[in-house]
């Protein structure tokens, strides 16, 4: 079946740190993949998506790549803010339409 | 962009009520609503897939009988649990998908807190 590994948290960051969480897959045929944020006490908001190999999802200076050689999507930041404290859940769409999530990984950036 | 509404969005009641909450799609049709579960600090879980106009898919593990769904119409399917007790406290998400491809991403509610006292 579909699986999500996701890196354990929690990360501690400094304002403006470079950030990265891993994320890898193991599916059947060409999944979809997703980076979902939640903020304390709400639902999950999606941060970006990517729905073929080589593409890139962006948004928000969050971006990750999906690829397909290593079943990787590695969320990236180049520079973080405090509000961007958050869980943050990688998750991927196979044929079965639901969604896989990974563990999730708590991010704290302190100022 | 596309938005669940969920409500409510905190429930406290005692041991033996039922407990309804409502997700709603409100700018876009789903024939596919999904209900998940959180326990803290950890993933979501689904519980089942509510499919407009028939009965729900429930995951292995899931009592029917106990979290019963109703998906009546596009935009709105309910999660009713019943005779609720300590342990079902949780928080729920529901999410919908948008029509079209499968490469669509699901939207998510705010999510029900629900206590069980």
Not at chain 1, 6 to 25: D, H, K
Not at chain 1, 63 to 82: D, I, M, N, W
Not at chain 2, 17 to 30: H, M, N, P, Y
Not at chain 2, 95 to 103: D, F, H, K, Y
Request: charged residues 15%; aromatic residues 10%.
């Amino acid at each position: 079946g579909n699986s999500v590994t996701q890196m354990e948290g929690p990360v501690t960051l400094s304002e403006e740190a470079f950030l990265t969480i891993n994320c890898t897959y193991t599916a059947t045929g060409y999944p979809s993949l997703f980076w979902y944020v939640q903020y304390p006490g709400e639902g999950l908001q999606l941060l970006l998506k990517a729905t073929k190999a080589d593409d890139k999802g962006s948004n928000k200076g969050f971006e990750a790549t999906y690829r397909k050689e290593t079943t990787s999507f590695h969320l990236e930041k180049g520079s973080v803010q405090v509000s961007d404290s958050a869980v943050y859940f990688c998750a991927l769409s196979g044929s079965a339409r639901q969604l896989t999530f990974g563990s999730g990984t708590q991010l704290t950036v302190l100022p | 962009g596309a938005v669940v509404s969920q409500h409510p969005s905190r429930v406290i009641c005692k041991s033996g009520t039922s407990v309804k909450i409502e997700c709603r799609s409100l700018d876009f049709q789903a024939t596919t609503m999904f209900w998940y579960r959180q326990f803290p600090k950890q993933s979501l879980m689904l519980m089942a897939t509510s499919n407009e106009g028939s009965k729900a898919t429930y995951e292995q593990g899931v009592e029917k009988d106990k979290f019963l769904i109703n998906h009546a119409s596009l935009t709105l399917s309910t999660l009713t649990v019943t005779s609720a007790h300590p342990e079902d406290s949780s928080f729920y998400i529901c999410s919908a998908r948008e029509p079209g491809l499968l490469t669509q991403p699901q939207h998510f509610g705010d999510g029900t807190r629900l206590s069980i006292l």
